[in-house]
């Protein structure tokens, strides 16, 4: 079993501050996603990373693939309230089928104004 | 287009009942899936399709029965609920197979087995 550990899992900021939140496993991942849900609602896709070493940029956000494909950061730049939310990464191992997807434990990241 | 769609929304049940979470999209994709959300463990994947009549389990499917008899609905049966099946259901939808796809979650639903 593919684990994907997410760290931290709970943090708490001033509007205006910037905060990183880490993917990490000991296995290799062909791509990585990671989503956004907000309370009552479903998972919501942010972006999704395939190349060792990649870096995907949406906004004030900024997505890194490790160079091994192990890990995953995402960094948010002068977080704002309407960011809280819970991120989830998920990642598929190599020659993963569809639906054989891992999710880590996910981050619960509120921002007081 | 509406999504994906979940009902019920809420729903209680005493142990050793019976019931159905419905699950329809409207994207015609072909693959579709049913997740669990527990506190401090992510998304768990029960059972997926990648069409209709064909499904597969996932990593926890013990419990849950699937069935995918048209493009559109994909519905999961609790056979006979138990207090560990008390969770978040997600059903998620997408166009593709591959790893990479975007799926689509719908609003899920809340179930409490008593």
């Known amino acids: 079993t593919q684990l994907l550990e997410q760290s931290p899992q709970f943090l708490s900021i001033q509007e205006g501050e910037n905060l990183t939140v880490y993917c990490n496993s000991s296995s290799v991942f062909s791509s990585l996603q990671w989503y956004r849900q907000e309370p009552g609602e479903g998972p919501v896709l942010l972006v999704t990373v395939v190349t060792g070493g990649e870096v995907k940029k949406l906004k004030r956000l900024t997505f890194q693939f490790g160079d091994a494909r192990k890990d995953s950061s995402l960094h948010i730049t002068a977080a704002q309230p309407g960011d809280t939310g819970l991120y989830l990464c998920?990642?598929?191992?190599?020659?993963?089928?569809?639906?054989?997807?891992?999710f880590g434990q996910g981050t619960i990241l509120t921002v007081h104004p | 287009n509406a999504g994906v769609t979940q009902t019920p929304k809420f729903q209680v049940l005493k142990t050793g009942q019976s019931m159905t979470l419905q699950c329809a999209q409207d994207m015609n994709h072909e693959y579709m899936s049913w997740y669990r959300q527990d506190p401090g463990m992510g998304l768990r994947l029960i059972h997926y399709s990648v069409g209709a009549g064909i499904t597969d389990q996932g990593e926890v499917p013990n419990g849950y029965n699937v069935s995918r008899s048209t493009t559109e609905d994909f519905p999961l049966r609790l056979l006979s609920a138990a207090p560990s099946q008390t969770s978040v259901y997600f059903c998620?939808?997408?166009?593709?197979?591959?790893?990479?796809?975007?799926?689509?979650f719908g609003p899920g639903t809340r179930l409490l087995v008593l």
């Open positions: 998920a990642g598929a191992a190599r020659g993963t089928s569809y639906g054989k997807l891992t």
């Open positions: 998620a939808s997408s166009y593709g197979g591959a790893a990479q796809e975007t799926q689509y």
